[in-house]
């Protein structure tokens, strides 16, 4: 199948902040020979080959597929580059990239969802409360943790997280089916 080569975006990641770096890459493959999830993966996720399709400006391949989000930010591709190469900090932008046009792993909208609404990626639930108590653990957990929830939407606000996080809200709504009337 044949793909598109995207100058211009390719040109605009070089020039984004933390993206730099992307053209010091001699595609020795370092980053991808220790990455654990190439391991795990069987290289189905292969560092090296997001930072050539980046090299190349592929954006569709890039941002529309969910391998991209595969990265568990370890670092350890970061620190083995011999070319210095932070290829975290692309990562990050790719997934910022892929955020804005809307292709983003329904997992990450629902985690954003929540961390916007309680302050917290795992809220303290019934179920948590639950299994604290079988494991013999303290109970009155949620009154000794303070969440500033509203500090934290002010600052998803003003980085414009908030307006994603609604976007994911609505997009969830509309895609529920109908209550059944009652009766
Ligand atoms: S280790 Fe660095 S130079 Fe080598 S392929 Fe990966 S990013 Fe490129
Ligand atoms: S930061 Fe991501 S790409 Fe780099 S080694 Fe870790 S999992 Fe692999």
Known sequence: MSSTIDFDFRNKLLKMHGALSLSYCYQCGTCSGGCPVAKETN???NPRRIIEKSLLGMKDKLIKDPVLWQCTLCDTCDEACPQ???LTEIFG?????AVLEGFVPDAYKAQSMTVF?????VPYSD???RRRKELGL?????????IPVQELQTLMEVTG???IVEKFKADKAA???PEKPSG
């Open 43 to 45: 290289g189905k996720y």
């Open 84 to 86: 210095n190469v932070e």
């Open 93 to 97: 932008v790719l997934k910022n990239l």
């Open 117 to 121: 609404d309680f302050g917290v990626a």
């Open 127 to 129: 179920p948590l409360v």
């Open 138 to 146: 303290e109970q009155k957990l949620d009154e000794n943790i303070v």
């Open 161 to 163: 997280m908030k307006e």
């Open 175 to 177: 895609a529920a089916p």
